[in-house]
Structures are given as C-alpha cells and as structure tokens.
C-alpha cells in the first residue's frame, strides 16, 4: 500500500472530493448516451441504427480500455494514466460539440467511452491513499456516486439538448471534465508501488478486434466478421490462459462462482441495454408516444434511483447473494414482459424501468459477493476487474444488438429477446445456488472493492 505522504498536497477531504468527481465524469459519458439517439439522427440525418453507434462505440472503447487502463494504472504510471484518460475523455466531449459531423462525434464518443476505466482506478487510489478508517465509506461513496451520477446525468443532458441541441450537452460535458482534470492534477498522488510487468499489448489487440468485430456483425449484419471475431476471440482466450501477466485473468473462471457471476454478468448487460435503448426510443417515436428528448431523460430516473435502493436494501438484508442473483434477473425479465404489453403511455414506461432498477440493482449488487466470497484476498481485484469487463462487454452488446432488432423487427421483438436474454441470465446464475465444497472464505473486509 502506498503512504499518504506520497499525496502532491491537500487533505484525505480533498482527496476524496477529486476522486468522487472523476467518477462523476464517468457517470456524465454514461448520460450522454441512449436519450440523445433520435436527437443525434435528426441533427446528423442518419438512419437510428447508425445513431445508435455513438452510444455502442463508447461502451465497445470502454470495454477494451478498462483492462488496458488497469494494467498501466498498477503502478507509478496510475497519476498520468488518470490524468491522461480525463484528457481522452475532454477531448472526446470536445469533439462532439463541434460541427465535425457524424464521423466526428463517433470519434469523440469513442475517446469520451475511454473514461469508463477511470472507476476502478478511482478505487485503487483511494484504498491506496486515505487512512484504513476513511476507505470503506470512501469506497461506498464512490460507489453511490456511479449510480446516483447517472440519475441526475440524463435529465441534465437532456435539459441541455433542448437548449442547444447536441451540441449543448458535450459542451457541459467539456467544461466539467476540463475542471475535473485540473483538480486532479494539484490533488491526486503519486503511486510509490512499481508496475508489476508490462502490458499486454497482444491481448488488447486480440480483444479490440474480436469486440469490433462482432458487434459489427450484430449491428450490421456482417456476419463475416462475426466469423472472423469469434476465431480471434478463441485466440485471445488460448493467449491470455498462456500469459504470464495477461490482460484479463480468465484463470479466475475456473471458479464456479466467479464464472457464474460473469456468465450472468455478460448476459443481464445485452438485456440492460436492450430495454434502455428501446424505452429511450419508444418514448420519442413520432407519431407514438412523442416526449421530448428532456422526458426520456427523466425516464432513466427511476431505473437509477430504484437500482440504488435495491442494492442498498439487499445489503441490508444480508441475503445469500447467490440467492439475490436470480431473483433480480426474474425481476428485469418481468420489467420486459411490461414493456412488451403495456408501453401506450409514459407514465408506464417509467414504470417499466422502474422494475428494470429493481432487477439490475438486485443482479449488479450480487456479482461483487459472489466473487469476493469465491477467491483469496490476492485476487479479489483482478476478479471484480474481470466482471466490470464482461459487464461493460455485455452493455455494448445490447446497444448494437437493439438498433438491428428496432430495424428489422420493432419494439415486441425487442421485448421478447430481453424476455429470453434475462431468462438465461437467470438460468445461469441459479447455478451459483447449488452447493459448493466447504473452504476458507476471504476476510470481509475485502468487501470495500464492491461496486454496484
């Protein structure tokens, strides 16, 4: 563990403060998304499909980049690495605010996504950096603040849109990131540690490509590429079990539990995004429901502060998190069923996502337990890490997988692919609920790694 005299100056207070605020960055990228589509294809005269890319491409750049940035961030490298993804994600906020096009704002997208990595550093630092009384409600907060950020993030972007269209959002965006990076440069400390082996270069290829690639083909029906990504998907698995210092310890899968909460993982992301892309969209359909960009903004309310809630009051419960697991995958299957026969009004659908929160904070608040009651205290990190991927991997599935089923199918197919996506989600994680062979358990106090 670093010391605290490593800091460049200013208090735990202060501190913590930065590190609640690069968290919120990462909350505002995720508010920059699935509201905006219809307004995106409007204002650049594209199809909703090729909108819906500016909200997968950042997702997709998130994915890769999470492993990539937490390997170059175990080390002496963790400040600049930090300091280096605010500026990615600044110059990404930039980008779509200027009249670049279409193209433009998928670049800028792409660089804003790379700031989902910045959450689990924002951890590291701070169980590295505050004194061992102040990290677990420092953890906590941080964590609050990833859901809660999101929330107040849509009705903000989509107050803004209204104001000034697209670009008003990014240029928010741009502003608070420019002041986010200055504060972290006069607070965040320097690691003392060293990096632990180099970077995996050859796995984050493997990855980039194998992810491009088949979203590419869900997306756009390049089903040669899909082809072509599954075959270096494989590669990447055989390479990264071969590697010393891989860049996704999939070794960790060999443990029933840490791959059960993956497996659902992956597959309860393809279905969160599935409802949140088609709700978003079904509220501004013209001719349909016809709200405003700022209403289908104010819709993620609900999925985020009822998520909240959930994860909160599964806590408090102290229910067997393998239990919780599907319990929540049931509720968001329910939350589809209801948008499949009930979606006529917006008071509904806000419903709809209401039960969605209460599924995907049961769900996403289960998978840290079951991985952190799985493995020994050395690896919790590298688990929780694995799952944060499969994770965000899942969410740019869904996103590419609703823009081909609004187009070639609507809104029931939509729902009844979430239907039998968050049915196998929950058929996978009733596998955790069978008996496992009696072991030493991790010290508790590895829980302050949770995320939500």
Do not use: K
Not at 69 to 88: C, E, F, K, N, S
């Amino acid at each position: 563990m670093t010391t605290l005299g490593s800091r460049r100056g200013g208090s735990e207070r202060a501190l913590l403060v930065v590190l609640v605020l690069v968290v919120v960055v990462v909350s505002l990228v995720s508010s920059l998304g699935a509201p905006l589509v219809p307004l995106i294809a409007a204002t650049h005269g594209v199809s909703l499909s090729a909108a819906q890319w500016t909200l997968t491409v950042a997702l997709l750049a998130g994915a890769v980049a999470t492993p990539v940035l937490g390997r170059l961030g175990d080390g002496r490298l963790r400040r600049p690495v930090i300091l280096g993804t605010l500026v990615a994600v600044v110059v990404g906020c930039l980008l779509g605010a200027m009249p670049l096009g279409y193209v433009g704002l998928l670049v800028g997208r792409a660089l804003q996504g790379v700031g989902f990595g910045l959450m689990p550093l924002a951890m590291t630092v701070a169980r590295g950096h505050l004194s061992p009384d102040r990290v677990r409600g420092a953890v906590a907060l941080l964590s609050v603040t990833t859901i809660a950020g999101v929330g107040v993030g849509y009705p903000i972007s989509g107050a803004l849109s209204l104001w000034g269209g697209v670009p008003a959002s990014y240029w928010f965006g741009f502003g608070l990131g420019l002041a986010v990076l200055a504060a972290a440069y006069w607070v965040l400390p320097t690691a003392e540690v060293p990096r632990r082996g180099r970077l995996d270069v050859v796995g984050a290829v493997l990855v980039g490509v194998a992810l491009t690639s088949v979203l590419l083909a869900v997306g756009e029906g390049l089903w040669v590429l899909g082809a072509v990504g599954a075959v270096v998907f494989g590669v990447f698995v055989v390479f990264e079990l071969r590697a010393a210092r891989p860049l996704v310890e999939l070794r960790l899968l060999r443990r029933r539990r840490v791959l059960v909460a993956d497996l659902t993982g992956l597959v309860a992301g393809v279905g969160v995004y599935l409802l949140m892309s088609a709700a978003t969209r079904v509220l501004q359909e013209p001719g349909g429901l016809g709200a405003s960009v700022l209403v289908a903004s104010c819709a993620m309310v609900p999925f985020s502060v009822v998520s909240l809630l959930a994860s909160r009051l599964s806590g408090l419960l102290r229910v067997d998190q393998a239990v919780l697991l599907p319990v929540g995958c049931l509720l968001f299957a329910a939350a589809m069923v209801l948008f499949w026969s009930q979606r006529d009004a917006v008071w509904l659908i806000f419903v709809v996502l209401g039960v969605a929160g209460a599924g995907a904070g049961c769900t996403f608040a289960a998978m840290p337990g079951l991985i952190v009651d799985s493995v020994p205290t050395t690896e919790v990190g590298s688990a929780i890490g694995v799952n944060q991927v499969v994770r965000t991997i899942g969410y740019s599935g869904g996103s590419a997988l609703s823009a081909a089923l609004l187009a070639q199918g609507g809104y029931d197919t939509v729902a009844a692919v979430g239907v039998a996506v968050m049915l196998t989600a929950a058929a996978f994680s009733a596998w955790a609920v069978l008996p496992r062979s009696a072991g030493p358990r991790p010290p508790r106090d590895e829980l302050l790694v949770l995320d939500q």
